[in-house]
DNA sequence: AATGTAAAGTAACATAGGTTACATAACAGA
DNA sequence: TCTGTTATGTAACCTATGTTACTTTACATT
């Protein structure tokens, strides 16, 4: 665990916050596919990513969810964040996306380091502003692209978060995600595939000219 | 001026710190209308309203436009926090909803005083959690609702930071707004006036049932 | 009052995406 | 190999939204 944190973390921060962390982070492993944080789960504790990725996911009433952004090793939860600082539910789902490694880090030291620790408190702001571009490329993506677009971004991000041309994912998964239909899917997936782009296999896709 | 900050900060901040705001901060009065940050521009300084409304946007390549939210006295902007932090350049563009007074805050103070007084980090970092929740609804709007329901939402919005149950803005005024076409705004409002929930007129709508 | 202009109304049509219903293919396990 | 199950393919249809084209209305200016 150490050996992550120094690695990805190491040039953020200074040899006495590295050893706090050490010493009140509670390292957490978790398998791929299960959920990490839930909507309306109270966060007693932030979240710094070591390894994986993390899907996260914004769900309507009816139950309609939608896929907003990942987050990656040397990347923190900013929902997590505010929600620590002001005791509020979660907005969002997280859930794994690969097998993914933590380090918990309690509330209470989290506010503490901030005055404490110059690039705790950098750490924390670049990872708002982080966040917030994930969100408006969420937000480009629903406003502005149309559906066989937002369909082959969606893809080759996952790619790229699985390292891997090839991604293990049902066309019902991926209609999950994006909130729309399976047909639809299938229908803009089959287009892809005329195009070059991709070859569907069941159970698997994989993405040409990454 | 100072009345206008302590009326609606003074709850906020410490004696000392809003004697620097006031020495420091440049106060600025805006029309109604007006380009107060566009994409791509260089921020230098951090805005505190002081009065009236600010519609933030996001514009695609193409030049196709989107409301995302609205800021309000007491608020900040939040990418204008990340992009002074960063030396970036604007995502979103900013546009006086209505006459607007701001107090300019230098970029040098702003993060001076993350360090400095615990009351302006608690503020800068609710700031965020506050825009993180504004990005959530902006995505569940334009993401889960149809597009009636959506020129519903925006019409009391608009009322709401107008205070005003009659809104002044022509039917492609709202398209623009919204991402479509004028003529399917029409239909849409037409179809609202018919369910008694506003009332149209020539450049102005009057919503019934705030 | 006559006229010009921007705003609003509306019909007719085009298209993307959602829905239903069913057929076929891939794979797992007996 | 046979069988059951899940994934995928696909046609036919439906609906919301976008587009084009034109008319009508409100209002300001002369």
């Known amino acids: 665990m150490s050996e992550l944190l120094q690695q990805n973390y190491g040039f953020l921060f200074q040899e006495e916050l590295l050893k706090e962390l050490q010493e009140v982070g509670v390292y957490k492993k978790i398998d791929a596919n299960s959920t990490i944080i839930d909507i309306d789960n109270y966060i007693t504790s932030m979240p710094l990513v070591l390894s994986g990725a993390i899907k996260i996911m914004r769900e309507d009433n009816d139950g309609d969810e939608l896929v907003l952004y990942y987050l990656e090793v040397g990347d923190t939860c900013a929902m997590t964040l505010s929600c620590c600082m002001g005791q509020v539910k979660s907005q969002i789902r997280a859930v794994a996306e690969t097998d993914v490694e933590l380090l918990m880090i309690p509330k209470k030291k989290m506010a503490e380091w901030l005055s ?23 937000v480009d993506t629903i406003a502005f692209l149309k559906m066989d677009e937002r369909l082959y971004k969606y893809l080759k991000d996952k790619a790229m978060v699985n390292h891997s041309e090839v991604i293990q994912v049902t066309h019902q998964q991926i209609a999950n995600d994006l909130h729309t239909s399976r047909v639809v899917i299938s229908r803009l997936l089959k287009g892809l595939e005329k195009e070059n782009k991709i070859e569907l296999h069941r159970n698997h896709i994989k993405i040409l000219q990454l």
């Open 116 to 138: 404490k620790y110059q690039s705790w408190q950098e750490f924390v702001l670049q990872s708002y502003h982080n966040r917030m571009e994930e969100f408006i490329e969420a």
